[in-house]
């Protein structure tokens, strides 16, 4: 580890933390201080103006990046009949319904996006103590309770990002990974921006975002000039 906390105190050094960089100033920045050995995932997290103990302040949703995630999500979809045979059509990884819900139960994982048609919540509720903490629960808001099967497994396959804010009003997406061209990661940067900037609670007063930074897995934190960002 004190090999891995020198490289990241090397790569440090590199930004300056006074600065707020611009978007293409910030990518090419971080992938440049990224310190692991592998293709590093490139983050970036909004620190919002909003008090998300309110209910008319929370911001949650999901966007498609133009240019994919970097990883192939792996979708389970929980549905019946002419919805489970059309959900494999689009190539979901999984399909069924009380036999998942028996192997979530006794501890299996092996995939990283639920979808489920409306008339399955019922039974998906019954592992929602189990699914909640891990973030892995449908929502209607992130479009991943519908009747769409289709168009849920395709959107989530093409680079479909949920994002939340946490208690402390964060928001933390992926928009790609360090091997992606910086333009590209500049695509899937404004498309996140752009959706949380008209995410927007009419409620929230005062400054909304506070700061905005990109980082590489295990790599130094860059600022961002969001007022240059919007333009």
């Given at each position: 580890m004190a090999k891995q906390g020198k490289k990241l105190q090397d790569a440090a050094k590199l930004?300056?933390?006074?600065k707020l960089y611009s978007v293409d100033e910030a990518i090419a920045l971080a992938k440049e201080t990224s310190t692991v050995n592998f293709d590093a995932t490139v983050e970036v997290a909004f620190r919002l103006g909003i008090d998300?103990?309110?209910?008319?302040?929370?911001i949650r949703g999901a966007v498609v990046l133009?240019?994919?995630?970097g990883k192939t999500q792996r979708v389970l979809v929980f549905a019946k009949g002419e919805k489970?045979?059309?959900?494999?059509?689009?190539?979901?990884?999984?399909?069924?319904?009380a036999d998942y819900i028996n192997k979530i139960q006794q501890g299996w994982f092996?995939?990283?996006?639920?979808?489920?048609?409306?008339?399955?919540?019922?039974?998906?509720?019954?592992?929602?103590?189990?699914l909640g903490p891990k973030g892995l629960m449908p929502n209607p808001k992130t479009g991943t309770v519908t009747f769409?099967?289709?168009?849920?497994?395709?959107?989530?396959?093409?680079?479909?990002?949920?994002?939340?804010?946490?208690?402390?009003?964060?928001?933390h997406a992926p928009i790609g990974k360090a091997s992606f061209d910086n333009?590209?990661?500049?695509?899937?940067?404004?498309t996140v921006f752009d959706v949380i900037q008209k995410a927007k609670p009419s409620a929230a007063k005062g400054v909304y975002m506070k700061s905005v930074v990109v980082t590489t897995t295990m790599g130094p934190a860059v600022k961002i000039d969001a007022a240059a960002a919007a333009k």
């Open positions: 930004v300056d933390r006074t998300t103990r309110k209910n008319d302040q929370q133009p240019n994919g995630t489970a045979k059309e959900a494999e059509a689009a190539g979901a990884d999984f399909v069924g319904d092996d995939f990283d996006v639920i979808v489920a048609t409306p008339d399955m919540m019922g039974e998906v509720g019954k592992i929602g103590r189990v769409d099967v289709t168009k849920a497994v395709n959107e989530i396959k093409a680079g479909k990002v949920e994002y939340r804010a946490d208690k402390a009003g964060i928001i333009d590209k990661l500049a695509e899937n940067f404004k």
